[in-house]
């Protein structure tokens, strides 16, 4: 099953899914979201409202109709991290070995699994984070117009830890979203971060205790969503508990970060990442036009720029230069683009590396694949410079175009035996 969210809505979707009893995976992937009205009773749209959702997805695990665990398919752990604050338990995350979550189709899930195995958070609790999670993604694709799904029946997500029944859920959740609406143009968005502008007026309408947590959290870094999640509330009671304040203007709404949207750890420190580092890119692609059009355009605008035509060698090859984002093409011979992904997504060096897939122009099914082998993102063969760049930029910022060539003799080491080119 699959198709266009204009041709039927997310709520059939899972409705279909429940009464068929079906087992397997929901991928769905948005479309670009149109403009949304100027928040604060501004006079002009700010034009980072004007997000365009392309490339944010999510999966939904199902068994028997009954939803097993939802979210995005970033693979990063902030959201975990997030909700694990709740119990003290946000650091435990690091003692874990990727090794042993390398099983599961969802690394979250996996980590979570693996939280409660090493006694670092009880069942109970686990399922209390799988709940709040499922709770959110709901929210946000209940909440989609445009995009694309497709289910694919296939092996349940093992482990269950717990199955929700669907109806009950989305019944729920879509009231959530309605009342949601209600608080638009001022709230349009969970990730929109709160901060105070009269301290005074907020400490004397409020409790003690009420103020202090709203000061402990206010602080124009974290979001609507992020609140919801330390608190153990949904993202509706948070928004319904400020809103008050907002209209009045006690409190101010920040604008997201859309340049970090998916809470990747690339994005840190970027602007001292930037200043003393020119960013390396591996490009596997057994077509010497495509190898030879990144190589052009990359090395014009200061990036350091492998490209490799024999994937097998390519896994070797990218384990000596440690890039920091990986351009690799899908279909190919011996090794495909899906095996590379999954096989470096297995090791902890790539664990956070950004992969992004070279698909063909109807590959919304590739999409969906790379998705479930861990890339980061996709590109639509054949693009053009500027797609390219605006790529690079999001996830390891600009090159150096001033920036001294690489050291020949790593260039000579690197291309015995192998048809590459390093600049």
Same mark, same amino acid.
């Given at each position: 099953m699959?198709?266009q969210l204009? #041709?039927i @809505?997310?709520r059939?979707i899972?409705?279909?899914i429940? !009464?068929g009893?079906?087992t397997? %995976?929901l991928f769905?992937e $948005?479309?670009p979201a149109s403009?949304?009205?100027?928040?604060?009773?501004?006079?002009?749209?700010?034009?980072?409202s004007t997000?365009?959702l392309?490339?944010?997805?999510?999966?939904?695990?199902?068994l028997?109709?009954?939803?097993v665990?939802?979210? #995005?398919? @970033?693979?990063?752990?902030l959201?975990l991290?997030?909700? !694990?604050?709740?119990y003290?338990? %946000?650091t435990?995350i690091d $003692?874990i070995?990727?090794?042993s979550i390398?099983?599961?189709?969802a690394?979250?899930y996996?980590y979570?699994?693996?939280l409660?195995?090493?006694h670092?958070?009880t069942p109970?609790?686990?399922?209390s984070?799988i709940?709040?999670m499922?709770?959110?993604?709901l929210?946000?694709?209940?909440?989609?117009?445009?995009?694309?799904?497709i289910?694919?029946?296939?092996s349940?997500l093992a482990?269950?830890?717990?199955?929700?029944e669907t109806a009950?859920?989305?019944?729920?959740?879509?009231?959530?979203?309605?009342?949601?609406?209600q608080f638009?143009p001022h709230l349009?968005s969970?990730?929109q971060?709160?901060?105070i502008?009269s301290r005074?007026?907020?400490?004397?309408?409020?409790?003690?205790?009420?103020f202090?947590?709203?000061?402990?959290y206010?602080?124009?870094k974290t979001?609507l969503r992020q609140?919801?999640?330390y608190?153990?509330?949904d993202i509706v009671?948070?928004a319904?508990?400020i809103?008050p304040?907002?209209?009045?203007?006690?409190?101010?709404?920040a604008h997201?970060?859309f340049?970090?949207k998916s809470?990747?750890?690339?994005?840190?420190?970027l602007d001292f990442w930037?200043a003393t580092k020119?960013p390396?890119?591996?490009?596997i692609?057994d077509g010497a036009t495509?190898?030879k059009?990144?190589?052009?355009?990359?090395n014009q605008h200061?990036?350091e720029v492998?490209?490799?035509?024999?994937?097998?060698k390519?896994?070797s090859?990218?384990f000596?230069?440690?890039?920091?984002?990986i351009?690799?093409?899908?279909?190919?011979?011996e090794?495909d683009?899906?095996?590379?992904?999954?096989?470096l997504?297995k090791s902890?060096?790539f664990?956070?590396?950004p992969?992004?897939?070279?698909?063909?122009?109807?590959?919304?099914?590739?999409?969906?694949?790379?998705?479930?082998?861990?890339?980061?993102?996709?590109l639509?063969?054949?693009f053009?410079?500027s797609?390219l760049?605006?790529?690079?930029?999001?996830?390891v910022g600009l090159?150096?175009?001033n920036q001294p060539?690489a050291?020949?003799l790593l260039s000579?080491a690197?291309?015995?035996?192998l048809?590459i080119?390093l600049t």
């Amino acid at each position: 099953m699959q198709g266009q969210l204009s #041709e039927i @809505d997310i709520r059939s979707i899972l409705q279909l899914i429940e !009464l068929g009893q079906r087992t397997g %995976e929901l991928f769905v992937e $948005a479309y670009p979201a149109s403009p949304l009205p100027p928040p604060n009773g501004a006079s002009s749209i700010d034009l980072r409202s004007t997000r365009s959702l392309s490339g944010q997805s999510w999966f939904a695990f199902f068994l028997n109709g009954q939803i097993v665990y939802a979210g #995005e398919t @970033d693979v990063s752990l902030l959201r975990l991290r997030d909700y !694990l604050r709740r119990y003290q338990a %946000e650091t435990a995350i690091d $003692a874990i070995s990727s090794s042993s979550i390398a099983a599961f189709n969802a690394p979250e899930y996996g980590y979570l699994w693996a939280l409660m195995e090493n006694h670092s958070l009880t069942p109970a609790q686990g399922r209390s984070v799988i709940q709040s999670m499922i709770h959110e993604t709901l929210f946000d694709l209940l909440s989609l117009h445009q995009g694309s799904f497709i289910f694919e029946i296939g092996s349940p997500l093992a482990p269950q830890l717990m199955t929700l029944e669907t109806a009950p859920l989305v019944t729920k959740t879509i009231k959530q979203v309605q009342e949601w609406k209600q608080f638009h143009p001022h709230l349009y968005s969970p990730d929109q971060c709160p901060t105070i502008a009269s301290r005074a007026l907020l400490e004397n309408a409020l409790p003690e205790t009420t103020f202090s947590t709203l000061d402990r959290y206010a602080d124009g870094k974290t979001s609507l969503r992020q609140i919801a999640r330390y608190l153990n509330r949904d993202i509706v009671t948070v928004a319904r508990a400020i809103y008050p304040y907002v209209t009045r203007g006690w409190l101010h709404l920040a604008h997201p970060n859309f340049d970090d949207k998916s809470g990747s750890k690339a994005r840190p420190n970027l602007d001292f990442w930037q200043a003393t580092k020119t960013p390396r890119i591996v490009c596997i692609d057994d077509g010497a036009t495509i190898r030879k059009t990144v190589e052009y355009i990359l090395n014009q605008h200061g990036y350091e720029v492998t490209a490799i035509d024999n994937p097998l060698k390519a896994l070797s090859l990218v384990f000596q230069l440690k890039p920091d984002l990986i351009l690799c093409d899908i279909a190919m011979p011996e090794l495909d683009g899906y095996e590379i992904c999954a096989m470096l997504r297995k090791s902890t060096a790539f664990r956070q590396t950004p992969i992004v897939m070279l698909t063909g122009k109807d590959g919304f099914t590739d999409r969906v694949r790379a998705r479930m082998v861990g890339a980061t993102d996709y590109l639509t063969k054949p693009f053009g410079e500027s797609e390219l760049l605006m790529l690079l930029e999001k996830y390891v910022g600009l090159g150096h175009p001033n920036q001294p060539k690489a050291d020949q003799l790593l260039s000579d080491a690197l291309e015995e035996g192998l048809e590459i080119n390093l600049t």
